[in-house]
């Protein structure tokens, strides 16, 4: 085993170490709970370890705009907030977009509609996975369900926004935020910007001046860049992964993320201990969505049944990825109250011996 | 070969057919800041941070980097773009409409943190790019589409001064109002601009120039009424001067 040394922390710092680990040299944020860890612990820690930029914005419009003022300038830039706030950023993302800008912006996902609670809550999942804010644009969509994957993931979350100059949402939810548990901290191989340098406003000195804009009002230039858009998700659908977990003899596989796929598996772990066939797919990524997947276990025979603490979003999906072969039942534990692993005893068998 | 070039643009202005009317005076603010970044060295340090109103097309005009902020987010933009290269000269371009109303936190907040940028605010009292809607800075009495009567105080209050607003923050360096209606006043109008770019460039802090300008296309105007328009209607309301310089002792 690994000797590296382990720390105790809750998951919103381990998303904030996990992004100082990445190289992220600014942050912008705006007070909202449950993430409020993140600017806390980022409001000394950006300086002192990667003497880097930290500034509370006057409101998540601001900060998104920060986030994408950074970014064009090709720094490792992120936001962080949670519902309310990440629906107040959503112009700004599509702007990021549409000028093919990098940036990270973290959900700690929380109940809504409106103010909902402070509750943990998978509502956003729509919002995240086509685009949130106005055009034809998607952002890659990673959901940690372990405060080690909090820390990953930012590693990773970096990585891809450098790599197809695209905003990418890490969607955690109040579970992930709030819980504690030991996390190995890692550091990453030198950032990798993916030639930032060959796009990023920093002075026109011995080159061409350069443009990063979203309008493009020339006959067939918008067109053009939608297509160019297009091509772009159509390759970032390779990032696909999901956490395969006793699926090879199962007769009923759950499908469930983030916290909840990680509730589920203990629900799981428990039923084949009493000799039930049942597995679990645990998306990692939900944009790109592990469609194929779910296909090739459709192809086995399989019957779905995909579980969220939502009222029945991220089903669709997978309705969509075994379209033609199979479908999935859906059980959505309500946004406000939290689950644990006895509640998704009874939906899970009801399904097995239907 | 007899013809002798007495009047020239600097290398940074891009010679093209421009879009503003006739009159406009968006084109006289460009020629300035072109001028001015020029005359001090800085363009190729230069970014640029553009807004959304007619002027969203400066990037044609001007020969440096620049980024496309959403509508009013300008100062928030050019605040993440100045953490991310300190060692650049960071300024917006805005309209009134885009700063003084739907940026209006953004504007304020970026002066109040003192960030180090610099701020063009070209106040011609209208929303021109939409097509002449009453904007925050529309005076009382003016005509718009949106209040074809003319603006009227008690329903849709008065005009917002930007500049005494601003002027009023303690994270302001350098504030003044300036007009581009005479030739005299685009001369103040270029000082100005130095004297805020300076501000940046010196580290002081934030530079913001407001340029009282002609937007003869929604007012209805041929370009000289528009400038007269300009001295006896909005110089009253909209004094020019300087409301704040913290290299003076003392403030105005
Ligand atoms: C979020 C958003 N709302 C509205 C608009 C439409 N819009 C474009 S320009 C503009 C007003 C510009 O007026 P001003 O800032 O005064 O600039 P001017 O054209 O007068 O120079 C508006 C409302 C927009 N682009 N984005
Ligand atoms: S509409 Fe007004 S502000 Fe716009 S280009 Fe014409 S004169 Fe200038
Ligand atoms: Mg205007």
């Not at chain 1, 419009?61 to 706030?85: D, E, F, I, Q």
């Not at chain 1, 030198?190 to 990023?200: K, L, M, R, S, Y």
């Not at chain 1, 025979?301 to 479908?327: H, P, Y």
């Not at chain 2, 050019?78 to 290269?85: F, I």
Request: hydrophobic share 40%; proline share 5%.
């Amino acid at each position: 085993m690994s000797e590296k040394k382990r720390i105790f922390i809750k998951g919103n710092e381990a998303i904030s170490r996990g992004a100082l680990a990445a190289g992220c040299t600014c942050y912008f944020g705006y007070p909202i709970t449950p993430q409020n860890d993140i600017p806390e612990f980022l409001s000394t820690e950006m300086a002192a370890v990667n003497n880097g930029e930290f500034v509370q914005a006057e409101s998540e419009v601001a900060a998104a705009n920060m986030l994408l003022g950074a970014a064009a300038g090709g720094a490792r830039a992120m936001t962080t907030s949670s519902s309310p706030g990440v629906s107040l950023m959503q112009e700004a993302i599509s702007y990021m977009a549409g000028s093919e800008l990098p940036g990270v912006i973290v959900n700690v996902n929380r109940g809504g509609p409106g103010l909902g609670d402070i509750g943990s809550s998978q509502g956003d999942y729509f919002q995240s996975t086509r685009g949130g804010g106005h055009g034809d644009y998607r952002t890659l969509v990673l959901a940690p369900g372990t405060c080690q994957e909090g820390y990953d993931m930012m590693i990773e979350a970096f990585d891809l926004a450098f790599k197809y100059r695209n905003p990418v949402l890490v969607l955690a939810d109040a579970i992930v935020g709030q819980m504690k548990e030991p996390v190995t901290p890692w550091e990453p191989k030198a950032a990798d910007n993916h030639g930032a340098e060959d796009w990023c406003i920093d002075g026109a000195k011995g080159r061409e001046k350069r443009l990063l804009k979203s309008l493009f009002l020339e006959d067939g230039a918008l067109a053009g860049q939608n297509r160019n858009l297009q091509s772009k998700y159509e390759a970032m659908q390779a990032e696909a992964r999901a956490d395969v977990f006793e699926c090879d003899d199962a007769e009923l596989v759950v499908v469930a993320f983030g916290s909840i796929g990680r509730i589920v598996k203990s629900t799981v772990r428990r039923l084949r201990s009493e000799g039930k066939k049942v597995g679990l797919v645990r998306p990692l990524t939900l944009y790109p969505f592990p469609s194929e997947v779910l296909r090739d276990l459709a192809k086995q025979g399989k019957r779905f049944l995909t579980i969220e603490q939502n009222c029945g979003q991220m089903v669709d999906d997978v309705r969509l990825s075994v379209r033609g072969i199979a479908d999935s039942e859906f059980h959505g534990h309500m946004p406000g109250d939290l689950p644990g692993s006895d509640d998704f005893l009874a939906p899970i068998i009801k399904h097995l011996e239907d | 070969m007899s013809e002798k070039l007495v009047f020239d643009a600097p290398e940074i202005m891009i010679d093209r057919p421009t879009h503003y009317c006739p009159g406009c005076h968006h084109g006289v603010a460009h020629r300035l800041v072109g001028e001015v970044l020029t005359e001090m060295g800085l363009v190729d340090d230069t970014l640029c941070v553009g807004s959304i109103g007619c002027s969203v097309f400066i990037y044609n005009y001007l020969d440096v980097d620049a980024v496309e902020a959403p509508h009013g987010r300008a100062p928030a933009v050019a605040t993440g773009l100045k953490r991310a290269h300190k060692d650049k000269f960071v300024f917006t371009y805005q309209g009134d409409g885009d700063l003084a109303s739907i940026g209006l936190a953004e504007i304020v907040h970026a002066a109040n943190r003192g960030e180090k940028i610099s701020v063009v605010f070209v106040n011609n009292t209208v929303y021109g790019m939409t097509g002449g809607q009453m904007a925050p800075t529309t005076l009382v009495g003016q005509k718009a589409t949106t209040c074809p009567d003319g603006r009227c105080a008690e329903e849709h209050g008065q005009a917002i001064r930007m500049s005494e607003i601003i002027g009023g923050l303690g994270g302001t360096a350098y504030c003044e109002r300036v007009s581009l209606d005479s030739v005299k006043n685009i001369r103040r109008a270029k000082k100005a601009l130095r004297k805020a770019f300076e501000m940046q460039v010196n580290g002081t802090g934030f530079g913001f120039v407001e340029m009282l300008s002609a937007c003869p296309t929604n007012w209805k105007m041929d370009p000289i009424a528009a400038n007269t328009r300009i001295k006896e209607e909005m110089i009253p309301y909209f004094p020019l001067g300087v409301f704040k310089d913290v290299t003076k002792d003392g403030e105005e």
